[in-house]
């Protein structure tokens, strides 16, 4: 995915977004396991120690909002914030 143009905020709420996605069923799957490695493909990370440090963080980040349905409402919406044009959040869907 081209996230050129996406600040280091913006793409870990690109990543956070997708991980949330993912969480709710309780398990990631073969086919979204390669769906974080493509997105992380796109970032300048430099080695794949960087990217599974990046992507273990994230997962720290969500596991905290699995809570409630409420929880869950509040860190989507706090993660689109990030993205702030329209241009910006058709790109990241």
Known sequence: MNTKGFSDEQK???????????YQDGHIAGAEDE????LL????L??????????????????????SKESIRSAAFACAAHFKSEAQRRQAL
């Open 12 to 22: 870990a709420a690109l990543l956070d977004l997708l991980v949330l996605g993912m």
């Open 46 to 67: 430099s080695s794949s120690y960087a990217r599974q440090q990046y992507t273990d963080a994230s997962f720290a980040r969500v596991s905290k909002h699995q809570l």
């Open 41 to 44: 493909s796109g970032y300048d």
């Open 35 to 38: 769906r974080i490695k493509l």
